[in-house]
């Protein structure tokens, strides 16, 4: 990273898996982006292990008026490449959540179907309710 030119006093580093999400080197890092920055990252595939939590980690950033680049998959958002790779990525993003809202009506649909309904089973049964009420 010294290579990149970045600011040794603005180094974030994390210790342990990356599959995790609490990673307080990465939240430190995507908290402090604003606009005009720029945060450089070794490898994508180390800050996020599935694509939804790569994504967010992208779009954090842009969303904030700043720029992420990457030294190993040559991603840079400030360049037109760089632009367009971000925009591909924000296409999936969108792919993907409406894929999942398309599982989740087909689910719910599903079960109605079957005359299970939804939500959180009752904790008491309508006989019980009405017995507990004349008591």
């Not at 606009?35 to 800050?47: E, P, Q």
Request: proline fraction near 4%; charge should be positive.
């Amino acid at each position: 990273m010294l290579e990149a030119s970045v600011d040794p006093r603005q180094l974030c580093a994390n210790k342990g898996r990356g599959a995790r999400d609490d990673r307080p080197g990465l939240q430190q890092a995507l908290a402090s982006v604003q606009s005009g920055d720029g945060l450089i990252v070794w490898k994508l595939d180390r800050h996020g292990r599935s694509l939804p939590h790569l994504l967010q980690m992208v779009t954090t950033p842009h969303t904030r008026g700043g720029a992420i680049r990457s030294l190993t998959a040559q991603m840079d958002t400030t360049t037109p490449q760089g632009a367009f790779l971000f925009r591909v990525f924000g296409a999936l993003a969108q792919y993907k959540r409406a894929l999942t809202q398309e599982h989740i009506k087909a689910g719910l649909a599903a079960a109605q179907r079957c005359g299970k309904g939804s939500g959180r089973p009752q904790a008491m049964r309508d006989e019980k309710l009405a017995a507990s009420l004349t008591a």
